[in-house]
């Protein structure tokens, strides 16, 4: 879908140009992280600034085909986030006046605030005592990967196998180890 902001032919008003645009803020207020905000129905995308603000033009709500009426929902998304969105309402494809999450210009005023879900940190460790015959890694006799998981919020974890055979599957090799009783899961 294509529209016109002027007319070539004769003076005519410009179209008023509609956009949403606000600031998003991560719950550990992490600079570097641009957050992907997405128009759903308009399929049109931007991302924050390093300060948390973006501008998202909705060129095509006015067509020849019709103008967009009722709600558009705007996503917000970073990964090991957890998602957040809100919903700006259209009239005869320009913003409505019965706003709750955006003015009726398009400024978020909605508290986007992302909240962290998981955390992961990872490193090897490099163990000289035990000398393996086996594995030579340039005199170092073993290697271990230690991946630590931060679960801030209550998270379902699904755990993958890779299926051998039809009678035979691998696990994924992954361990957890519940803090608080001290007990180790092998998934």
Same mark, same amino acid.
């Given at each position: ?52 603000? #973006?501008? =998202?033009? &909705? $060129? ?7 103008? @967009? /009426?009722?709600? *558009? ?71 271990? #990967?230690? =991946?630590? &998981? $931060? ?7 699904? @755990? /993958?196998?890779? *299926? ?24």
């Amino acid at each position: 879908m294509n529209s016109c902001s002027s007319n070539p032919f004769w003076d005519d008003s410009k179209t008023r140009e509609i956009k949403i645009y606000g600031h998003i803020s991560l719950e550990d207020q992490d600079k570097d992280v641009p957050v992907f905000i997405w128009a759903d129905i308009f399929n049109l995308y931007t991302k924050t600034d390093q300060d948390g603000l #973006f501008s =998202l033009p &909705l $060129d095509n709500s006015q067509t020849q085909m019709g103008n @967009i /009426n009722g709600p *558009v929902q705007v996503y917000f998304y970073v990964h090991n986030y957890i998602l957040d969105s809100a919903t700006i309402f259209f009239a005869n494809g320009e913003f409505s006046s019965e706003q709750t999450e955006f003015s009726n210009d398009g400024m978020l005023i909605k508290n986007i605030n992302l909240r962290k879900l998981i955390s992961a940190s990872s490193y090897f460790l490099f163990d000289q005592q035990n000398q393996s015959p086996d594995i030579n890694l340039n005199d170092v006799d073993s290697l271990k #990967f230690i =991946l630590t &998981l $931060d679960i801030h919020h209550d998270t379902d974890i699904s @755990i /993958n196998n890779k *299926v051998v055979s039809h009678h035979d599957y691998l696990p994924s090799g992954i361990l957890f180890n519940n803090i608080l009783s001290d007990l180790s899961y092998a998934y």
